[in-house]
C-alpha cells in the first residue's frame, strides 16, 4: 500500500540554482499539499491542490517558489532562483478531503548554501 | 487570537505518569480535529480524530470542548516511546476549507 513518495529525501544545493520538488500523492486523493517546516516556523502550508487544480496558494512565500500538478499522480514545487533561508524541511501530503485526515510522504530536506 | 495554539513545551515527564495538554482554536465553526504525532527528523502522523463525545485509543484519550473552543489529549501509563512532538489539527471552514496545524507541544518522557 503506497504512501506518498517525494523526491529527493536530501537535497544541498549552492543560492541561485534552482531547485525542484517532486512529490505522487496516494491514489485516489484528490487533496495535495505542500508544506514547509522550520524550526522557528512550525509548520507552514504553502499551497494545496483539489483535483489538480491550485486553490489556495496564499501561503507561498514570494514568486521564487511555484507549484504544479500536472496530472492526479504527480506534483512539483519548484524554487527559483533559491536562497539561503529556503532550507527547511518541504513536505507533501495527501487527503480525500480538506477536512480529512491528511498522510504525509517522507519530506524533503533541502539546504541551500 | 491565533488561528490554533498549543503551548510548545517541553514536557518533561517520568515514565508511567499521565501526561496531558491542550489546544486552542479561534474559529467556533471549526468542525474537525485531529491530533497528529512527529518524531524528530520524520514526518507528522496521524495519532487521532477528535470526536464531539470524545474517544479513546488505547492509552490514549482525546476530547473536544466546544464552549472553551479547545481540544486535549491525556496520555497515560507513559511509555518512553511516547517522545515526540504533538501536533493539534483544526479545519477552518469557509468557501475553500483549509487545515491548520498547531506548532507542537514537544513532550520527553523520562526513565
Known amino acids: 500500500d503506497a504512501g506518498v513518495i517525494q523526491s529527493p529525501r536530501h537535497e544541498v544545493t549552492e543560492m541561485g540554482q534552482e531547485v525542484t520538488l517532486r512529490c505522487k500523492p496516494i491514489s485516489g486523493h484528490d487533496y495535495l499539499f505542500w508544506y514547509r517546516q522550520t524550526m522557528m516556523r512550525g509548520l507552514e502550508l504553502l499551497i494545496y491542490?483539489?483535483?489538480?487544480?491550485?486553490?489556495?496558494d496564499s501561503g507561498m512565500p514570494e514568486d521564487r517558489f511555484s507549484a504544479k500538478m500536472p496530472n492526479a499522480s504527480f506534483s512539483t514545487l519548484k524554487i527559483q532562483p533559491s536562497e539561503p533561508r529556503d532550507s527547511a524541511v518541504y513536505f507533501c501530503?495527501?487527503?480525500?478531503?480538506?477536512?480529512?485526515?491528511?498522510?504525509f510522504g517522507d519530506g524533503t530536506r533541502l539546504s541551500i548554501l | 487570537r491565533k488561528e490554533v495554539e498549543q503551548d510548545p513545551g517541553p514536557f518533561n515527564v517520568p515514565e508511567g505518569a499521565t501526561v496531558a495538554f491542550n489546544c486552542t482554536y479561534s474559529n467556533s465553526a471549526s468542525q474537525s480535529f485531529f491530533w497528529y504525532r512527529q518524531d524528530c527528523r520524520k514526518e507528522p502522523k496521524l495519532l487521532m480524530s477528535?470526536?464531539?463525545s470524545g474517544n479513546e485509543d488505547g492509552r490514549f484519550t482525546a476530547q473536544l470542548n466546544r464552549a472553551s473552543q479547545y481540544i486535549s489529549l491525556l496520555i497515560r501509563d507513559s511509555k518512553l516511546s511516547d517522545s515526540a512532538t504533538y501536533l493539534c489539527?483544526?479545519?477552518?471552514?469557509?468557501?475553500?476549507?483549509?487545515?491548520?496545524f498547531g506548532k507542537g507541544t514537544r513532550l520527553h518522557i523520562l526513565p
Open positions: 477528535v470526536y464531539s
Open positions: 491542490f483539489n483535483n489538480n487544480v491550485p486553490i489556495d
Open positions: 501530503a495527501s487527503s480525500f478531503s480538506p477536512n480529512q485526515p491528511q498522510h
Open positions: 489539527v483544526v479545519n477552518i471552514p469557509g468557501r475553500d476549507d483549509k487545515i491548520i
